[in-house]
């Protein structure tokens, strides 16, 4: 079963850097996917970073070489480290995961993942 659930939320200020985790992504299943996405008030979802079926990291544009996922064997986590943060990078962050129904999408598209967690809230003051 796959039941995201994220962690590692708050607030902070512009420049500091933050760990967000995932727990409940599948960690035992093989060839699985998992990404971060992100919404703000008022704009569309977009995706952050994932892993796609074929375990190869991916990162969507609003990473911009500040963000690095990676999967924490031990804690069984899907991690999210973000760095020099920007009041922009302010938004809902969302763990997404399980693709074991495939629509042809690229790993950045959100109906390729049927498990979303509830997200955790992310604010960046200047």
């Known amino acids: 079963q796959f039941r995201p659930v994220e962690s590692g939320g708050g607030s902070f200020e512009a420049g500091e850097s933050l760990t967000l985790s995932c727990t409940g992504f599948g960690f035992s299943y093989s060839r699985n996917c998992v990404a971060w996405f992100r919404q703000a008030i008022g704009t569309d979802r977009e995706a952050v970073a994932g892993i796609d079926r074929s375990g190869r990291t991916r990162y969507g544009d609003v990473a911009k070489g500040r963000f690095t996922v990676s999967i924490d064997s031990q804690k069984k986590t899907f991690d999210l480290q973000m760095t020099n943060l920007k009041p922009d990078d302010s938004a809902v962050y969302y763990c997404?995961?399980?693709?074991?129904?495939?629509?042809?999408?690229?790993?950045?598209?959100?109906?390729?993942?049927?498990?979303w967690g509830q997200g955790t809230q992310v604010t960046v003051s200047s």
């Open positions: 997404a995961a399980d693709c074991s129904r495939t629509y042809g999408g690229p790993w950045s598209a959100d109906y390729e993942y049927g498990a």
